[in-house]
């Protein structure tokens, strides 16, 4: 694979601030991705599951942190699942994430 796509992988965390509340920070990071057809398997099992798989992404396993969220050629999309074979590559499987009308 070429890896010339780009994804943006988003994490929220929760940190405590110095009075005691906890405020919401959010990490964006950009990485290099393949973007790959769903399997029909995984197309199926999502469906039974209620979910439809948009979006089949291929990471590098090290650029890949446990991240919920993914942005993707300006469209927001959420990880229904993470499969890794070898730890080299992680392929994550994403749903239509509803947009942010800010």
Request: aromatic share 10%; net charge neutral; hydrophobic share 30%.
């Amino acid at each position: 694979m070429y890896w010339k796509d780009r994804a943006v992988l988003a994490r929220t965390e929760k940190l405590p601030t110095p009075d005691g509340y906890k405020t919401e920070r959010e990490t964006r990071r950009e990485v290099f991705c393949n973007r790959k057809s769903a399997s029909r398997s995984e197309f199926y099992a999502a469906k039974q599951a209620g979910e439809k798989i948009a979006l089949v992404l291929e990471v590098r396993g090290a650029d890949y942190g446990g991240e919920t969220r993914i942005e993707y050629a300006g469209r927001p999309y959420e990880v229904v699942r993470s499969y890794t074979r070898s730890g080299e590559t992680v392929e994550l499987n994403c749903k239509e994430a509803a947009q942010d009308d800010a």
